[in-house]
């Protein structure tokens, strides 16, 4: 037994209209990534000055209540900004995370003198 | 055998200029991650508009051809912001993944009419 094949759907990509607001918006994602990266080599930055003041001056990398509020404040700005909280936790997990694994990467090829930890790169 | 316990580390955090360095380097790094939170949300937003447009004229949520470009797009701002590329395609990525999942668990409420898809929420 075969279905009938379904009848052929017009294109919806021929709509100027839908074509031109599908455009406007990924125009807006793709200015908003754009700044968003910029913003992330910016955060960089600034964490590879805390891992080099921590290295420098012997503390220790990780600081686990300064994450714990970090994640409350983000959790909150979240909300604020109506975006879910459990996603701004998740993505400042993975941004930590990810840095974490960044400086250890450099730090075993010995092209720069940050210390890794839990969190340094984050704080 | 016991080994001779350690002499006691002066505290580094005791040392005012330390102290007050630390303080400015997460002090930009929590005005980063506020900036980063907001446009988050607001990429969120334009995310759920592609969504909403794909499902109310049926075009497909995937499109694996704008990611590439998105991809290679952001690996070349990363460059040029001396952000690692590789750390800026597993962030969007993870973006990515975590916006479809969102949606995904959105659309099982039944509270939004967003349809997930590989690209839709990217797009």
């Known amino acids: 037994m075969t279905a009938s094949?379904?009848?052929?759907?017009?294109?919806?990509?021929?709509?100027?209209?839908?074509?031109?607001?599908?455009?406007?918006?990924?125009?807006?994602?793709?200015?908003?990534?754009?700044?968003?990266?910029?913003?992330?080599?910016?955060?960089?930055?600034?964490?590879?000055?805390?891992?080099?003041?921590?290295?420098?001056?012997?503390?220790?990398?990780?600081?686990?209540?300064?994450?714990?509020r970090q994640i409350s404040r983000l959790r909150e700005i979240a909300v604020e900004a109506q975006l879910d909280p459990e996603f701004a936790e998740k993505w400042f997990t993975f941004v930590v995370a990810e840095v974490i694994h960044h400086h250890e990467r450099i730090a075993q090829s010995g092209s720069i003198d940050v210390v890794p930890g839990a969190d340094g790169p984050a704080s």
């Open 5 to 68: 094949p379904a009848p052929a759907a017009p294109d919806p990509a021929a709509d100027p209209a839908v074509a031109a607001e599908l455009a406007r918006l990924r125009q807006s994602i793709d200015n908003i990534d754009a700044a968003l990266v910029h913003l992330l080599a910016e955060r960089f930055k600034a964490t590879q000055a805390v891992g080099r003041l921590k290295a420098d001056t012997g503390l220790p990398p990780s600081d686990p209540d300064r994450e714990r």
